[in-house]
């Protein structure tokens, strides 16, 4: 019982961190990834250019989109696995995160300066995935590990 309720409660708090990274403007989300983007360059190049920069910060706002995802997904997953759902129904896990990613994008459209992008939502997609595979192969490990 705790586990579903802990599950179920990390998933909402992952999802509602989802939407307050969402809710950031333009400015403040890119200062974010770009502050980011450029500590990381210093450690390999002295004064890297703007549009280096640029393309870190692009580099690291999709790396951030997948892995936003996976880890809802994987939640998701465990959320649904401690309610005893089967390993095949639990993949409604990458159809949530999938339609969240969608209303989030929705939502984006509405912050200023922020866009909602198809090619986002396949990000988010894909993160999905590989968050439902990752908690699948995990459950076979352990399984087979304690049988």
């Known amino acids: 019982m705790t586990k579903r309720i802990v599950f179920l409660f990390l998933s ?15 400015d403040i989300s890119g200062a974010s990834s770009g502050g980011i983007a450029l500590k ?7 004064s890297p250019s ?12 999709k790396i951030a989109h997948f892995t936003e995802y996976a880890v809802l997904a994987i939640l998701l997953y465990q959320t649904m696995r401690s309610f005893n759902v089967s390993t095949k129904k639990a ?3 990458v159809i949530i995160a999938i339609v ?14 922020r866009a909602c992008r198809a090619y986002d939502v396949l990000i988010d997609s894909f993160g999905s995935l590989s968050g439902y595979y990752i908690s699948k192969a995990f459950n076979v490990y352990k399984s087979k590990k304690y049988h």
């Open 50 to 61: 703007p549009e280096l920069v640029g393309i870190f910060e692009t580099i690291i706002r």
């Open 12 to 26: 909402v708090m992952w999802m509602s961190l989802i939407f307050y990274f969402s809710s950031q403007t333009a």
């Open 91 to 93: 993949f409604l896990s």
């Open 100 to 113: 969240y990613a969608i209303t989030d994008e929705v939502h984006q459209h509405f912050v200023p300066g």
């Open 40 to 46: 990381i360059i210093k450690l390999f190049v002295d």
